[in-house]
């Protein structure tokens, strides 16, 4: 049940390109893309995981009682929308103008937790991404993601659903 081995590309001394991670058979554990030392994108084969080698992406936290990792994802993905959708103001002036829409707030979370680099991709108009940027700037730190059993950093996109009512 041990990794046997990792294959990743570096550019200018940083993780850079596709990464391969195979079990003790062989066979492809897990893979995904990084971009400038940070996990872009990343697919776990196995889910039957051991025990004993941490390959998880990124959690908003509360959810540590929890001991399934699917119990903890849908925990955690419900946390973080209740953070949101209870912090979040929307805008007077797309309430009067009846804006509705998504914003895509794109962000890292560090080998720390801590939420960095955080920009809007995609805005409805400029007060919904400033109330987009502000609620994710107010989150707490999360549970990092990790990588053969070490924190890493890992991009988030995060869609934010305003709709009048």
Request: charged fraction near 30%; aromatic fraction near 10%; include cysteine.
């Amino acid at each position: 049940n041990e990794i046997l081995s990792s294959i990743y590309t570096f550019k200018m001394g940083v993780k850079e390109g596709s990464f391969v991670v195979y079990d003790s058979l062989g066979v492809i554990f897990n893979e995904g893309i990084y971009k400038a030392d940070t996990i872009f994108s990343m697919t776990l084969k196995q889910i039957d995981q051991p025990m004993d080698v941490d390959q998880t992406m990124p959690l908003y936290p509360g959810c540590d009682s929890k001991v399934d990792l699917e119990e903890k994802r849908k925990c955690a993905q419900s946390n973080m929308l209740k953070y949101i959708y209870s912090n979040l103001k929307y805008p007077e002036d797309a309430r009067r103008k009846d804006i509705e829409g998504m914003a895509l707030i794109q962000f890292t979370i560090d080998k720390d937790g801590s939420l960095t680099n955080i920009k809007t991709r995609r805005g409805v108009c400029k007060s919904i991404e400033e109330e987009s940027l502000r609620v994710v700037r107010s989150m707490p730190n999360w549970t990092p993601g990790y990588q053969d059993g070490i924190p890493v950093k890992v991009q988030f996109n995060l869609p934010i659903r305003y709709k009048l009512e």
